[in-house]
């Protein structure tokens, strides 16, 4: 067996829904994806990933096929799951009422976000950056989720782990994007360097969630940044002057 390997991070919050936000522990991969890297879309040899991804299943208690993805784009659209998709749309959220399969996101800093309502038997994931946020797609993944049956009061949201704010410096025109939309949003930048800023990306998560009427929303407070032996970052790698990252892989199934 391989799961054993795997080091997972889990919420309390989502039991007893199976789930986990995937450390970079018990992969396959080297070099610069060294552990478990999960994108097939990443210059990683073809075999690790294969490799990769079965562990990941075989963790969830399933077969490499029922772990469903999408090529996310950094948007606001939600796919709505059946079985196994023969292509992947370009999206960046599933929902599914349908057992026996585990909805999956790819991340190197952006905001996994697991849902669930496990009264209803819904459950959803968000790929999350600030572009997909500021669009609307947490919002967008929740309504999916209420059309399928769930409670919006009910269900349970976990942002798994992503750039903290002190690793998060954005530039002026970042902050101009969000205030554009609300003034408010000036809350989740703190002054840094020059004209620098860092940006809270989880709590502006949070905030939307709340917002969108989620009964429950947290962070695990991980960030993939600060922490190199757990997790990839692009912004890491893009600091380290990498060729190419890693994606941590996180998943939900009923």
Not at 181 to 197: K, P, Q, S, V
Not at 224 to 253: K, N, V, W
């Amino acid at each position: 067996m391989t799961a054993p390997l795997l080091e997972i991070l889990t919420a309390p919050a989502l039991s007893p829904l199976r789930h986990g936000f995937f450390t970079r522990k018990g992969g396959a991969s080297s070099g610069v994806f060294r552990g478990l890297n999960c994108a097939p879309g990443s210059s990683d040899q073809a075999e690790a990933v294969s490799i990769n991804r079965a562990r990941v299943a075989d963790a969830l208690g399933l077969t490499p096929d029922r772990l469903v993805s999408v090529h996310q784009v950094h948007s606001a659209a939600v796919v709505t799951v059946t079985g196994p998709l023969a292509e992947r749309p370009h999206a960046d959220a599933m929902v599914t009422a349908t057992p026996g399969l585990a909805l999956t996101v790819l991340t190197a800093d952006c905001q996994p976000v697991l849902l669930a309502d496990a009264r209803a038997g819904v459950i959803g994931v968000a790929h999350a950056g600030w572009r997909g946020a500021l669009a609307g797609v947490l919002e967008a993944t929740v309504a999916a989720m209420t059309a399928l049956g769930a409670d919006a009061g009910r269900i349970v949201a976990v942002i798994g782990p992503t750039i903290s704010q002190r690793a998060y410096e954005v530039g002026p025109e970042l902050l101009d994007a969000f205030t554009a939309e609300d003034a408010a949003n000036t809350r989740f930048f703190a002054a840094g360097r020059g004209d620098r800023m860092q940006f809270d990306l989880p709590s502006f998560g949070l905030a939307r969630l709340r917002a969108a009427g989620v009964g429950h929303a947290e962070w695990t407070r991980h960030c993939t940044y600060s922490q190199p032996e757990l997790f990839f970052s692009y912004r890491r790698a893009t600091h380290d002057g990498a060729a190419d990252y890693g994606r941590l892989i996180s998943a939900i199934r009923l």
